[in-house]
């Protein structure tokens, strides 16, 4: 059996093993930021943490692309530069200028995110520069890759505002928690993880692909689970937190 038969087997067994580590992880939050405890080994700094969990998604999914027999063809390098800018500023930016206040994170945590994050992305990567179908320039125009990239780009911005809005709680080295205010703040405990989550259902629809929706089912696996955590957090540790709020979509849950 060639790779390429096999490939959607083992996109659909990663999706359910997404899907299996998710009631997990309301028990279990990944131990880092508000919930670093003892007891997950050594511990390195954020700023490396965060850049060696997400740098080689950025980089292996250029060298895919590169490798792979589609370099020529544009829909690819369009659905290459959506991957990038999403991991150029994961792993290049915001690790630079997120402000933790000194508190690190277990090099367990970041070698299982770097797993996660490379799987993912030779799985999306494969199929979009080796196994899918061709893609001719007209796929800009049809309803599925409008919406996806709508919704990509709509994801993108709602998180890297947040992602400003909750730098901007930490002057100083401090690593103290406040009540994060503005954006949509104002509905969510985690507009960054609604963002993010919106972002990957729009590269599934993008790329309509089993490869993509596994990501998205992932990015909801981990994001899902850890913003209800945040949320109860929010409510036990500040007696005024605004009652209205909810945890991930605005006005439901
Ligand atoms: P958090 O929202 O927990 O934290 C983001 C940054 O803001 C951290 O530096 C954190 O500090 C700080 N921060 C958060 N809340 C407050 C507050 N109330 N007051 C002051 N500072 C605050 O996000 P994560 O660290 O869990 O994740 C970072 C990004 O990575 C997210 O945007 C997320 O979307 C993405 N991610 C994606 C995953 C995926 O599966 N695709 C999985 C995990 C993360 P501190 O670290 O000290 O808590």
Not at 228 to 243: E, G
Request: aromatic fraction near 16%.
């Amino acid at each position: 059996m060639s790779l390429f038969e096999v490939f959607p087997h083992l996109v659909a067994a990663w999706t359910v093993v997404g899907l299996i580590v998710l009631p997990f992880l309301f028990f279990i939050p990944a131990p880092y930021g508000r919930y670093a405890r003892p007891g997950w080994g050594p511990l390195i700094s954020p700023r490396l943490g965060w850049f060696l969990m997400e740098g080689p998604s950025a980089l292996a999914m250029a060298a895919l692309f590169l490798a792979g027999s589609r370099t020529r063809e544009p829909m690819s390098g369009i659905f290459l530069g959506l991957w990038e800018a999403h991991y150029v500023y994961r792993a290049f930016v915001f690790p630079w200028i997120r402000r933790s206040g000194g508190r690190l994170m277990p090099l367990s945590v970041v070698l299982m995110g770097a797993t996660f994050n490379v799987v993912n992305c030779l799985l999306n990567g494969l199929w979009l520069f080796r196994y899918a179908p061709h893609r001719e320039l007209t796929w800009l125009a049809d309803p599925r890759f409008v919406a996806g990239l709508a919704l990509f780009v709509t994801g993108f911005s709602i998180h890297v505002q947040s992602d400003r809005i909750l730098r901007g709680l930490r002057k100083g080295a401090t690593a103290e928690y406040a009540v994060p205010r503005g954006g949509l703040f104002r509905w969510v405990s985690c507009p960054n993880y609604l963002g993010e989550m919106v972002e990957w259902i729009g590269w599934a629809l993008a790329t309509w692909s089993l490869a993509g929706l596994s990501f998205a089912v992932w990015t909801i696996a981990n994001l899902l689970p850890r913003a209800v955590s945040h949320h109860h957090w929010y409510r036990s540790h500040f007696p005024d937190y605004p009652t209205d709020r909810k945890a991930l979509v605005p006005f439901v849950f």
